[in-house]
């Protein structure tokens, strides 16, 4: 059999109108074209027999031809055409028309190792308690310039510190029993309309509902996205908002502590006390010395995040550490200006929701392809 | 277009199917292969405006020297649904063998011939950039047994 393809037997052995497979493996991708064909390849290199797992490519929307190469390895490729709806959304639809079982959703630019989808398969399995099981991210990143192994290790450091039962499901590649998911209300495509916190959200209305959701340490994967300083300041701007705005702060960091924003806002906390201290006490008395306080204030917000320092000293040697600490402040500060926006626009606004068409066209049930977001039920 | 329903005209004379040949595959991209086929004056139109369900596409991809067997396409295109109306892309490198059997089932099955050689990932790629469908499916089939 060729890489990408399903082959008929001819005796009939496997059958194409049986309903159900072991898993769905759904990949969801948006202008993915650099790195869909090495996450396709991976899938198709699992120690998984071939009949007993189907790849769903579901494009959302997509401009540089991943249909195309979806097209070269995939069983089923859905095509969303208009304005691009969100990951949830996409994930959604590759549900609806799922086999298996058991799904697991790979993002586009996520390779599996050869163990993670059976491994995954055998963790369910075994643990009928758990309902849905995630791989965490390994050392390396697919792309090899600084930032990209600096946001790497920063969402690893999470993720190794806060493994177990946790509400961080499928941040790059997870498995959940279907009934299980679609029983949860599925991914809320109302409020998500961009790669953001929409697995977290899930998870915890997975934990809510009694479901055990399990983040592995064990069970690796590859991030291969390039990531470059405005990507990283957009992804962070986003996820912070929209967890200030919709989904609550405090709630969610017990729930997710392995969220990368809780890694990134943890250590403000002491450094921003220190700080309006100073500032607070500089109102009274006159400073002698504003630059030797601030100073004062870098250096408390260092050595609050010594153990991330420590961890990519680890990893990638003093000097990676050194050029890291600056790029963490920075994005430590655009952390804490998005979540303190999120925080008003949840007062002066409320919570996040889609643009009036998409509102209207709900209201009235109009029915369409591609379908309208929906509610969460 | 065929309909999934279509044991009834198993007896009936095989329609001509329309017919795509590719030659010279090695000497062109796959890209540039997409730019000469684009897209029917038909397929353009089934774009035009919001639809209430979406479209479904089936392609088919058989290498060089292998078959498929007929009451397989049938079954999938029956698991979409009795009233579900679904596009059959036959791609074939070489030239297909006993497709006779196929063409009587399904009607207006459209074929797309590439010469001998042609990879099944270009062979599914050649026919995505033919399917209409917001949802296709890909099948390939199985080697011919001497």
Same mark, same amino acid.
């Given at each position: 059999?060729?890489?990408?393809?399903?082959?008929?037997?001819?005796?009939?052995?496997?059958?194409?109108?049986?309903?159900?497979?072991?898993?769905?493996?759904?990949?969801?991708?948006?202008?993915?074209?650099?790195?869909?064909?090495?996450?396709?390849?991976?899938?198709?290199?699992?120690?998984?027999?071939?009949?007993?797992?189907?790849?769903?490519?579901?494009?959302?929307?997509?401009?540089?031809?991943?249909?195309?190469?979806?097209?070269?390895?995939?069983?089923?490729?859905?095509?969303?055409?208009?304005?691009?709806?969100?990951?949830?959304?996409?994930?959604?639809?590759?549900?609806?028309?799922?086999?298996?079982?058991?799904?697991?959703?790979?993002?586009?630019?996520?390779?599996?190792?050869?163990?993670?989808?059976?491994?995954?398969?055998?963790?369910?399995?075994?643990?009928?308690?758990?309902?849905?099981?995630?791989?965490?991210?390994?050392?390396?990143?697919?792309?090899?310039?600084?930032?990209?192994?600096?946001?790497?290790?920063?969402?690893?450091?999470?993720?190794?510190?806060?493994?177990?039962?946790?509400?961080?499901?499928?941040?790059?590649?997870?498995?959940?029993?279907?009934?299980?998911?679609?029983?949860?209300?599925?991914?809320?495509?109302?409020?998500?309309?961009?790669?953001?916190?929409?697995?977290?959200?899930?998870?915890?209305?997975?934990?809510?509902?009694?479901?055990?959701?399990?983040?592995?340490?064990?069970?690796?994967?590859?991030?291969?996205?390039?990531?470059?300083?405005?990507?990283?300041?957009?992804?962070?701007?986003?996820?912070?908002?929209?967890?200030?705005?919709?989904?609550?702060?405090?709630?969610?960091?017990?729930?997710?502590?392995?969220?990368?924003?809780?890694?990134?806002?943890?250590?403000?906390?002491?450094?921003?006390?220190?700080?309006?201290?100073?500032?607070?006490?500089?109102?009274?008395?006159?400073?002698?010395?504003?630059?030797?306080?601030?100073?004062?204030?870098?250096?408390?917000?260092?050595?609050?995040?010594?153990?991330?320092?420590?961890?990519?000293?680890?990893?990638?040697?003093?000097?990676?550490?050194?050029?890291?600490?600056?790029?963490?402040?920075?994005?430590?500060?655009?952390?804490?200006?998005?979540?303190?926006?999120?925080?008003?626009?949840?007062?002066?606004?409320?919570?996040?929701?889609?643009?009036?068409?998409?509102?209207?066209?709900?209201?009235?049930?109009?029915?369409?392809?591609?379908?309208?977001?929906?509610?969460?039920? | 277009?065929?309909?999934?329903?279509?044991?009834?005209?198993?007896?009936?004379?095989?329609?001509?199917?329309? #017919?795509? @040949?590719?030659?010279?595959?090695?000497?062109?991209?796959? +890209?540039? *292969? !997409?730019?000469?086929?684009?897209?029917?004056?038909?397929?353009?139109?089934?774009?035009?405006?919001?639809?209430?369900?979406?479209?479904?596409?089936?392609?088919?991809?058989?290498?060089?020297?292998?078959?498929?067997?007929?009451?397989?396409?049938?079954?999938?295109?029956?698991?979409?649904?009795?009233?579900?109306?679904?596009?059959? #892309?036959? @791609?074939?490198?070489?030239?297909?063998?006993?497709?006779? +059997?196929? *063409? !009587?089932?399904?009607?207006?099955?459209?074929?797309?011939?590439?010469?001998?050689?042609?990879?099944?990932?270009?062979?599914?790629?050649?026919?995505?950039?033919?399917?209409?469908?917001?949802?296709?499916?890909?099948?390939?089939?199985?080697?011919?047994?001497?």
């Amino acid at each position: 059999m060729t890489l990408g393809e399903r082959e008929i037997s001819t005796s009939g052995d496997y059958a194409l109108t049986s309903r159900t497979l072991p898993l769905s493996v759904i990949v969801s991708v948006r202008d993915a074209g650099a790195t869909l064909r090495e996450v396709l390849l991976a899938v198709r290199a699992s120690d998984l027999r071939t009949d007993s797992y189907e790849i769903i490519v579901v494009d959302d929307a997509s401009s540089d031809g991943s249909v195309a190469i979806a097209a070269r390895y995939a069983d089923t490729v859905v095509k969303l055409t208009g304005r691009a709806s969100g990951p949830g959304y996409a994930r959604n639809r590759g549900v609806e028309l799922a086999r298996g079982d058991v799904v697991a959703f790979v993002e586009g630019d996520v390779a599996v190792r050869p163990d993670t989808l059976s491994r995954m398969l055998a963790t369910l399995a075994e643990n009928p308690d758990v309902d849905a099981v995630s791989a965490s991210r390994d050392a390396t990143s697919g792309a090899r310039n600084f930032i990209s192994q600096y946001w790497n290790l920063l969402l690893r450091f999470g993720e190794q510190h806060h493994p177990g039962n946790c509400a961080q499901f499928a941040p790059g590649c997870g498995a959940i029993r279907r009934r299980v998911f679609i029983s949860a209300g599925m991914y809320d495509e109302w409020r998500f309309s961009t790669a953001c916190l929409e697995s977290v959200e899930l998870g915890e209305r997975l934990l809510g509902a009694g479901h055990g959701a399990l983040l592995s340490s064990e069970l690796k994967v590859t991030h291969l996205k390039e990531w470059n300083i405005g990507l990283v300041c957009q992804e962070v701007w986003g996820r912070s908002r929209l967890l200030a705005r919709s989904l609550g702060y405090s709630r969610m960091s017990a729930v997710a502590p392995s969220e990368v924003v809780f890694t990134l806002s943890r250590a403000l906390i002491p450094a921003g006390a220190l700080l309006g201290t100073l500032m607070l006490a500089a109102a009274f008395v006159p400073p002698p010395h504003v630059r030797a306080e601030v100073a004062l204030a870098l250096v408390v917000l260092v050595m609050t995040n010594l153990p991330l320092h420590r961890f990519y000293v680890t990893a990638r040697g003093f000097r990676f550490a050194a050029m890291s600490a600056p790029v963490h402040i920075f994005v430590q500060t655009v952390t804490a200006t998005a979540l303190c926006t999120g925080w008003v626009l949840r007062y002066l606004i409320g919570d996040a929701s889609p643009d009036a068409t998409t509102q209207a066209y709900s209201e009235v049930g109009l029915e369409i392809w591609p379908p309208i977001r929906r509610r969460p039920r | 277009m065929s309909s999934a329903g279509v044991d009834s005209i198993l007896f009936q004379e095989p329609p001509s199917p329309p #017919i795509v @040949a590719i030659k010279d595959a090695s000497a062109q991209s796959v +890209a540039g *292969q !997409r730019e000469r086929y684009a897209p029917t004056a038909a397929a353009s139109e089934i774009f035009r405006g919001p639809r209430r369900t979406p479209r479904k596409s089936l392609i088919v991809v058989l290498s060089e020297n292998h078959v498929v067997s007929p009451d397989l396409v049938t079954d999938s295109l029956l698991g979409e649904g009795v009233d579900e109306v679904v596009d059959v #892309i036959l @791609a074939c490198a070489g030239p297909p063998l006993g497709i006779t +059997a196929l *063409q !009587r089932r399904v009607r207006d099955l459209q074929i797309l011939l590439a010469p001998a050689g042609t990879s099944t990932e270009d062979l599914r790629e050649l026919a995505m950039s033919q399917a209409s469908g917001d949802i296709v499916t890909l099948l390939s089939g199985s080697p011919a047994i001497a």
